[in-house]
Nanobody, 123 residues
Framework: VQLQACGGGLVQAGGSLRLSCTIS????????MGWFRQAPGKEREFVAG????????DYSDAVKGRFTISVGNAKTTMYLQMNSLEPADTAVYYC?????????????????WGQGTEVTVSS
């Protein structure tokens, strides 16, 4: 399974960005998808997760109400709509998938990762 994330960039506080992740390969076993982020000097942290149908979602407290995860058709794409961005959201964002542990917030429970896309929010 290969993942390719894009959509990051520089935005002012209060602005919006939409991240996309393209998924290819043997996707049949995927049960959950997610976004994590890692700021300089910090550990990778959970941002949002969803089942492959997109009907069930989960968000960290830091982004709940501002970010929205969605899943495209046939498990080939997922998105992270980020609104009301804050400087604290500055990080490299990673898309990831899991064949087991849907809903886990631990990076080690995810099987495949994209290369990351950088988001910088200026104050």
């Amino acid at each position: 399974v290969q993942l390719q994330a894009c959509g990051g960039g520089l935005v002012q506080a209060g602005g919006s960005l939409r991240l996309s992740c393209t998924i290819s390969g043997r996707t049949r076993s995927i049960s959950g998808m997610g976004w994590f982020r890692q700021a300089p000097g910090k550990e990778r942290e959970f941002v949002a997760g969803a089942t492959v149908s997109g009907r069930s979602t989960d968000y960290s407290d830091a982004v709940k109400g501002r970010f929205t995860i969605s899943v495209g058709n046939a498990k080939t794409t997922m998105y992270l709509q980020m609104n009301s961005l804050e400087p604290a959201d500055t990080a490299v964002y990673y898309c990831t998938v899991t064949s087991t542990n849907w809903g886990s917030r631990r990076p080690r429970d995810y099987d495949y990762w994209g290369q990351g896309t950088e988001v910088t929010v200026s104050s």
